[in-house]
């Protein structure tokens, strides 16, 4: 393969939420505009702000299970109630044409991808502590005291999984955080230290914090 017919990579984002995922892609994809966003389809309720086919296509459980049922996802899952999905189609040209591409899914639409794609790259990132993520969901007011309960169980639950991810990523100070993200995607030398068997004894804590 020459270089101008370069498959792109394909990366795989998970987080519980309320552990900045969006805000640290987000951030990541500024300073790398050369990688490209999935977006998915779900059945949850746009959120204040978010545009169709820009965060996500919002559609109702009847398109959903249409796309699902045609075999259109690459993977799908039910996360706090809806159901999201990854097209399949886009992400297949976006890497034939040599563009990276990020998903930001849930730990099971995770291992699912990793099952069809074994050569994508699978990035967990935590919070410091539990009760970091629990300020975190309360400080950004957009979840009710009972979905925050649901979440920080969801988040249990996740963080279970971790060590099926290539790296781990902490998000205690954000900077930091986006520069660990940032030497994934360049698989600079500094990546090795992220990797999931050298962050056991950071994340290990915080996993015997949650039993
Ligand atoms: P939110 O509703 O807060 O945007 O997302 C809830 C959860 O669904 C997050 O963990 C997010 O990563 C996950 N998610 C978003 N899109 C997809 C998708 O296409 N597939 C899967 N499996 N999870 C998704």
Same mark, same amino acid.
């Given at each position: 393969?020459?270089? @101008? ?39 949850? *309720?746009?959120?204040?702000?978010? %545009? ?7 559609? @109702? ?46 730990? *099971?639409?995770?291992? @699912? ?22 300020? %975190?969901?309360?400080? %950004?007011?957009? @979840? ?54 050298? *962050?056991? %004894?950071?994340? *290990? ?7």
């Amino acid at each position: 393969m020459t270089e @101008n017919n370069k498959k792109g990579r394909l990366f795989i984002v998970t987080a519980p939420s309320g552990a900045g995922k969006t805000s640290l892609v987000k951030a990541l994809v500024e300073l790398c505009p050369e990688i490209k966003i999935s977006i998915s389809h779900t059945t949850r *309720q746009p959120r204040e702000g978010e %545009r169709e086919g820009i965060e996500y296509y919002f559609v @109702n459980n009847e398109a959903f299970d249409y796309l699902k049922n045609k075999d259109e996802f690459l993977e799908s899952a039910e996360c706090h109630g809806a159901q999201y999905g990854t097209a399949m189609a886009p992400v297949k040209s976006t890497l034939k044409m040599g563009t990276d591409i990020i998903l930001e899914i849930d730990y *099971q639409g995770a291992l @699912n991808v990793k099952k069809i794609f074994s050569e994508a790259v699978s990035i967990f990132i935590i919070p410091p502590s539990m009760a970091v993520l629990k300020e %975190r969901l309360e400080g %950004r007011g957009q @979840n009710s005291k009972a979905d925050i309960k649901v979440r920080l169980a969801a988040a249990k639950e996740e963080i279970s999984h971790l060590e099926k991810f290539d790296y781990v990523i902490i998000n205690n100070k954000f900077e930091k955080a986006l520069s660990d993200l940032k030497s994934v995607f360049k698989d600079s030398p500094e990546s090795k230290n992220l990797e999931t068997k050298k *962050q056991k %004894r950071i994340f *290990q804590s915080l996993i015997d914090s949650i039993k």
